[in-house]
């Protein structure tokens, strides 16, 4: 900044306001890149195991575990940034790291672009709006992109409900632009993280939820669909009433990122990968170094107790 302002004859303050806000405008890209050779062998074992394209973001330490999910959230909100073009249609999964994302979104107006909702977000006792309507409108400012909300539970109470709701056009018309998405942006969620998964703590799910999942195996999930450390998730009773894609689905979007945070997710997120759901994948450093040590020695327990066993 120094430099900019002698060669422009400005203040040091004005060049600085200057930048901040070609930042703010998607102008400007400021960035940092550490020294990654073992992250690199990382990624690469990783990519060669799971068939999918890995960035991995190194975190320096000390750290907090929400400091990390601000690394790993920019770099993924850069990515985004990066892939999405006019016309793009972006399917967002709502949850904690998603909403880390939103708020580090490059800004980069586009043309007849849509960022659509790809499962819903009301339970008993919210109907989501407020937290997933600010997600979404962060991805429509950031692209200029108009908006298709999802507005059903996160969990029917039935799958026969479902299936009749599936059936409004309303309903399937917000569900055939997911379909046909260019770009799928979602997170991992798991049973227990420092920085928590909104889906298991924001009334989603009961106790006797959680420990049925756990009891079937399940590991985390992935778009509000759960899955067991095998990436296995089709005969889980409660994915019959669950509003988001299933992997199977989603592998028809042909860009699908991932962005996960901390080691913790380690055993969820591989259970994800095995699901298929995954092109593309942002992680930080110690939570690729998990998931390739538990990949590599399958009988070594996970960090979580479901996730034995992989």
């Given at each position: 900044?120094?430099?900019?302002?002698?060669?422009?004859?400005?203040?040091?303050?004005?060049?600085?306001?200057?930048?901040?806000s070609?930042?703010?405008?998607?102008?400007?890209?400021?960035?940092?890149?550490?020294?990654?050779?073992?992250?690199?062998?990382?990624?690469?074992?990783?990519?060669?195991?799971?068939?999918?394209s890995?960035?991995?973001?190194p975190?320096?330490?000390?750290?907090?575990?929400?400091?990390?999910?601000?690394?790993?959230?920019?770099?993924?909100?850069?990515?985004?940034s990066?892939?999405?073009?006019?016309?793009?249609?972006?399917?967002?999964?709502?949850?904690?790291?998603?909403?880390?994302?939103?708020?580090?979104?490059?800004?980069?107006p586009?043309?007849?672009?849509?960022?659509?909702?790809?499962?819903?977000?009301?339970?008993?006792?919210?109907?989501?709006?407020?937290?997933?309507?600010?997600?979404?409108?962060?991805?429509?400012?950031?692209?200029?992109?108009?908006?298709?909300?999802?507005p059903?539970?996160?969990?029917?109470?039935?799958?026969?409900?479902?299936?009749?709701?599936?059936?409004?056009?309303?309903?399937?018309?917000?569900?055939?632009?997911?379909?046909?998405?260019?770009?799928?942006?979602?997170?991992?969620?798991?049973?227990?993280?420092?920085?928590?998964?909104?889906?298991?703590?924001?009334?989603?799910?009961?106790?006797?939820?959680?420990?049925?999942?756990?009891?079937?195996?399940?590991?985390?999930?992935?778009?509000?669909?759960?899955?067991?450390?095998?990436?296995?998730?089709?005969?889980?009773?409660?994915?019959?009433?669950?509003?988001?894609?299933t992997?199977?689905?989603?592998?028809?979007?042909?860009?699908?990122?991932?962005?996960?945070?901390?080691?913790?997710?380690?055993?969820?997120?591989?259970?994800?990968?095995?699901?298929?759901?995954?092109?593309?994948?942002?992680?930080?450093?110690?939570?690729?170094?998990?998931?390739?040590?538990?990949?590599?020695?399958?009988?070594?327990?996970?960090?979580q107790?479901?996730?034995?066993?992989?």
């Amino acid at each position: 900044m120094e430099s900019i302002a002698k060669k422009m004859g400005l203040s040091r303050s004005t060049v600085s306001r200057l930048v901040a806000s070609a930042r703010d405008e998607g102008l400007v890209r400021i960035t940092l890149h550490a020294p990654q050779e073992p992250a690199a062998t990382t990624a690469s074992r990783l990519s060669q195991l799971y068939g999918v394209s890995v960035t991995i973001v190194p975190v320096s330490q000390p750290t907090s575990e929400m400091r990390r999910l601000e690394r790993v959230a920019a770099m993924a909100g850069a990515m985004v940034s990066d892939i999405v073009d006019d016309g793009a249609t972006i399917g967002v999964a709502w949850g904690t790291t998603l909403s880390a994302v939103a708020e580090r979104l490059v800004p980069k107006p586009l043309e007849r672009a849509t960022v659509v909702q790809l499962n819903g977000a009301a339970n008993p006792g919210t109907t989501g709006i407020p937290f997933v309507g600010e997600l979404m409108g962060q991805f429509s400012r950031a692209y200029g992109a108009k908006v298709a909300s999802f507005p059903v539970p996160a969990f029917f109470d039935y799958a026969t409900t479902r299936a009749a709701l599936w059936r409004e056009r309303s309903i399937s018309a917000v569900r055939e632009i997911g379909r046909n998405a260019d770009l799928a942006v979602f997170g991992v969620g798991a049973f227990s993280a420092p920085v928590a998964s909104h889906v298991y703590t924001a009334g989603y799910l009961s106790n006797n939820d959680v420990a049925s999942l756990r009891n079937d195996g399940v590991v985390g999930d992935v778009c509000t669909v759960f899955v067991r450390a095998d990436g296995s998730y089709a005969d889980l009773e409660i994915n019959s009433r669950a509003s988001g894609p299933t992997p199977a689905e989603l592998k028809k979007i042909p860009r699908r990122l991932c962005v996960v945070a901390g080691p913790a997710k380690a055993t969820a997120l591989i259970g994800v990968l095995r699901s298929g759901a995954v092109t593309d994948l942002v992680v930080d450093d110690e939570c690729a170094a998990r998931v390739l040590e538990e990949s590599e020695h399958p009988w070594r327990p996970g960090p979580q107790g479901a996730g034995m066993g992989l």
